[in-house]
């Protein structure tokens, strides 16, 4: 989820009834602040986009990172407040446990995930419900803030505040219920819509197009190995034809590909992984495969994000690779 998304949560967890024991100000800002800090994780992009790829997500967005996060921000900020450290800490210590979590249920309800268990095992936690930068949660999140600061200078008691942002926080979870039920009707129509010739579906997935629960790409992969792509209508129940690509998992070079430990990482990772590309072998052996997941595409593009470029050379051992675009066939 964008980081204006985890702001805007940070403050209305902020206000909320459990905290109030906690300076307001103080409370805010070590919220909005523990809210993003997971996401310092994006300077690895510094670093290249393949630390990028595998580091995003991992252990700043895990349990371990949440319970040792936590109590350093919440000191860091009680130390700035100037108050006793015995009065203001355990409770900045709840506020910015709360901010952690909210921002790990958000990144975990995308199609990037969370690594919860990271560093102990790289699987990612994904429910993809939400698009990551969802227009209607926004709203939700701004509307009632600015419905509280007006309201806060007509001299309305902090409890009516308190119970505002609640209740906002209640709309939202109901509305993340909402793309979950939209998620499994553009589910169901994919599975109903495929084709008798394609085979028989072995796994069903579903992701949110730009930019809301409304167009949904889908994605079946059938006992041929193919996944089929679909771009669902919630509203009509209709599933717009987006292209059968093979998986390549019955190609001996994405096979190679995929047990390096480079290959297994990427595969461990991507949601529906595809043979974007496979060249070789050349006559001393060596080869080239690209990796791609299908999970990242959506209707209104035909390129792939992040796609995984391997060479291997003519002992199967990885001589070089690179992240990069890779390109859909027409």
């Not at 505002?164 to 039920?181: D, E, M, P």
């Not at 079946?220 to 998986?247: K, N, Y």
Request: aromatic share 8%.
């Amino acid at each position: 989820m964008d980081n204006l998304a985890h702001s805007l949560v940070g403050i209305h967890l902020s206000r909320i009834r459990p905290f109030r024991g906690v300076p307001d100000r103080a409370a805010m800002w070590t919220c909005i602040a523990a809210s993003n800090l997971p996401d310092v994780d994006l300077l690895l992009r510094l670093r290249g986009d393949t630390e990028l790829l595998f580091g995003h997500g991992g252990v700043t967005h895990s349990l371990l990172g949440l319970l040792v996060l936590a109590p350093a921000v919440a000191l860091a900020a009680a130390l700035l407040t100037r108050l006793p450290l015995r009065e203001v800490l355990p409770g900045l210590v709840a506020v910015a446990f709360a901010g952690l979590a909210g921002h790990l249920a958000l990144d975990a309800l995308t199609g990037i995930g969370v690594q919860l268990f990271a560093p102990f095992a790289p699987a990612r936690i994904s429910l993809p419900w939400l698009y990551h930068a969802d227009p209607w949660v926004l709203a939700a999140l701004v509307v009632p803030l600015l419905w509280a600061r007006w309201k806060k200078g007509h001299g309305v008691p902090a409890r009516v505040l308190s119970q505002a942002s609640a209740f906002t926080l209640l709309a939202v979870a109901i509305y993340v219920g909402a793309c979950g039920l939209a998620r499994e009707k553009a589910r169901y129509a994919a599975v109903a819509q495929l084709p008798d010739e394609l085979g028989s579906p072995r796994e069903v997935l579903a992701f949110p197009a730009p930019f809301g629960p409304l167009i949904w790409t889908t994605l079946i992969r059938t006992d041929q190995e193919v996944w089929v792509r679909g771009f669902a209508s919630v509203l009509t129940g209709g599933v717009t034809p987006g292209g059968t690509f093979e998986t390549g998992r019955e190609d001996p070079r994405v096979q190679v590909a995929l047990a390096t430990p480079l290959g297994a990482r990427f595969g461990a990772l991507a949601a529906a992984p595809y043979r974007a590309m496979a060249q070789g072998p050349a006559e001393d052996g060596s080869m080239e495969v690209a990796i791609a997941d299908l999970g990242r595409s959506n209707p209104f593009s035909d390129r792939l994000p992040m796609a995984l470029w391997i060479r291997l050379g003519p002992h199967f051992d990885v001589e070089g690779y690179e992240v990069r675009t890779a390109l859909l066939p027409p």
